[in-house]
């Protein structure tokens, strides 16, 4: 089974600043799939970014990137220019494989990320 | 615009109501559906795969017989939460994948369940 860990259930940042949120995994899968998923106030689970395990490149959103550190289960998500709009729960989450039916995420137990003005 | 409806987005009821919760996706066809259950503050946690046509697929220590779900059609999975306790009030979400994008899943805006 996969296990996934956030250990900082909050974080808070100045606007335009730079914040980094920590995420570690544990599994005995060589390809899988990282994602970060934010949920605001309003409850919506909105997928901020994406990585492919057997990428090494490190993806890139806009404002958001990750640390992907396969070899240490490691995958951080970095926030630049933070804004107010930021603020948030985010979820990190571990998912085997796709498939056209659909397949199960594995969440960490999240971040609650203010950004103060 | 969503991809995946869920219906009510909040429902209060007294102790041993039974509730539905209805989670649809729209414009696809989803032979899987995921059921989650958000305690405030906390993460989501997986309770059971629905399966179109087939029995749902429960997570260890959820009860089957408590959360009743029936995925009668490509578009429509339910979650009845029967004879419901005010331990049972949470964030429910569903998710399912549309196969024409490369997101994982697709939620809908959850339902707020308060049992007084």
């Given at each position: 089974a996969q296990t996934v860990t956030q250990s900082q259930p909050e974080m808070s940042v100045q606007e335009a600043e730079?914040?980094?949120l920590s995420c570690t995994y544990d599994t005995s899968e060589n390809n899988y799939y990282l994602f970060w998923y934010k949920q605001p106030p309003s409850r919506q689970m909105i997928l901020v970014i994406r990585q492919e395990a057997y990428k090494q490149q490190n993806a890139?959103?806009?404002r958001f990137s990750v640390n992907f550190q396969k070899a240490a289960k490691s995958f951080s998500l970095k926030i630049?220019?933070?804004q107010l709009g930021d603020t948030a729960m985010y979820f990190c989450a571990?998912?085997?494989h796709y498939n056209n039916a659909g397949n199960m995420l594995t969440f960490g137990g999240g971040t609650r990320l203010m950004v103060k003005p | 615009g969503a991809v995946v409806s869920q219906h009510p987005s909040r429902v209060i009821c007294k102790s041993g109501t039974s509730v539905k919760i209805e989670c649809r996706s729209l414009d696809f066809?989803?032979?899987?559906?995921?059921?989650?259950?958000?305690f405030p503050k906390q993460s989501l946690m997986l309770m059971a795969t629905s399966?179109?046509?087939?029995?749902?697929?429960?997570?260890?220590?959820v009860e089957k017989d408590k959360f009743l779900i029936n995925h009668a059609s490509l578009t429509l999975s339910t979650l009845t939460v029967t004879s419901a306790h005010p331990e049972d009030s949470s964030f429910y979400i569903c998710s399912a994948?549309?196969?024409?994008?490369n997101q994982p899943q697709h939620f809908g805006d959850g339902t707020r369940l308060s049992i007084l």
């Open positions: 730079t914040v980094t890139t959103e806009n630049s220019d933070s571990f998912m085997k | 066809q989803a032979t899987t559906m995921f059921w989650y259950r958000q399966n179109e046509g087939s029995k749902a697929t429960y997570e260890q220590g994948r549309d196969p024409r994008d």
